[in-house]
């Protein structure tokens, strides 16, 4: 298992098993400014083409040669995972994305992963459980011995949605919708407040670049990054938006570098104890995206 920082994961571009550019996605022909992609054998793939999205990903697998790309499988199931687990060279891919995790099924997937010790796991929270705060944490504490394998919590916007008979317009961003933002906000502080990444949820309006751009605004508000990407079109500004400026820069730096415990820049006080957490985040981001206003 290569060594996988959160942050290195950029615009994860979900690419469905049947997309007729998948090989060439994979080999870093099509596409090369990804960082990571998910291939996805669940909602995206009709029931009729598993038998044949199976037998793509074998042979896929059978001359897959890792690169800087970051690949990970979504599996329609548990049983489907078990079947893509035999697969020769599956060890070459990077992890799972566990679609539909919740209390139901969290005991059989764990329980698989205890032997299977070198993927990566990206759980998604995507079913009822997430109107449950006590099932929330039932999960959080399940996956805590599992936590230096927990790339990332993923949140199923989309799902969530569904499940409230709703569908948001291309012009409101997750935080504008407030049954939505009430459930992922308690994700948030629940999983990052005890160590867990998370992931920002897609956007399914790939043509909407002003809303996407407002939406990426907040995601960088509340140090959630690694959204999900369903278009090639996104990922690039996805990706810029992760960049930081020379002021977060130079004062992520003096947070982590000097001793003073406490300093003013620009009409605002910082102090060490507390700001260190977001300074950490802020020169992650700066070894893996750069400077945005850079001369």
């Not at 009822?128 to 099932?135: A, I, Q, Y």
């Not at 605002?268 to 206003?293: C, F, P, Q």
Request: aromatic share 10%; with cysteine; proline share 3%.
């Amino acid at each position: 298992m290569r060594k996988i920082d959160y942050f290195e994961l950029g615009a994860t571009l979900y690419i469905p098993v049947m997309h007729k550019n998948l090989e060439d996605i994979l080999k870093g022909a099509k596409y090369p400014f990804l960082k990571s992609v998910v291939i996805c054998l669940e909602d995206s793939t009709a029931l009729c083409d598993i038998p044949e999205g199976m037998k793509r990903v074998e042979r896929i697998l059978d001359g897959f040669e890792p690169f800087g790309l970051k690949v990970f499988i979504r599996p329609r199931n548990i049983e489907n995972l078990k079947d893509i687990l035999k697969f020769k060279n599956i060890d070459m891919v990077d992890g799972f994305a566990l679609a539909k995790f919740d209390t139901s099924n969290i005991s059989e997937y764990l329980s698989i992963f205890i032997a299977q010790n070198h993927f990566y796991l990206m759980p998604i929270l995507e079913t009822k459980d997430v109107f449950s705060h006590l099932k929330l944490a039932h999960i959080m504490n399940e996956l805590e011995p599992f936590k230096e394998r927990i790339l990332v919590v993923r949140m199923g916007g989309e799902d969530i949605l569904s499940m409230l008979g709703m569908m948001r317009s291309c012009d409101k961003t997750i935080y504008e919708i407030l049954p939505l933002y009430l459930v992922l906000s308690t994700i948030i502080n629940l999983f990052k407040a005890n160590g867990f990444n998370v992931s920002s949820t897609v956007f399914t309006c790939f043509e909407a670049t002003k809303t996407l751009r407002r939406e990426l605004e907040s995601d960088s508000e509340h140090q959630i990054f690694n959204k999900t990407s369903i278009h090639p079109k996104q990922v690039e500004s996805i990706q810029e938006s992760y960049k930081i400026n020379v002021d977060e820069k130079y004062v992520a730096d003096k947070l982590l570098r000097e001793d003073g415990a406490i300093f003013s820049h620009q009409g605002r006080m910082y102090e060490k104890t507390t700001h260190s957490n977001w300074a950490k985040s802020i020169l992650k981001r700066y070894e893996n995206y750069g400077v945005r206003d850079a001369k």
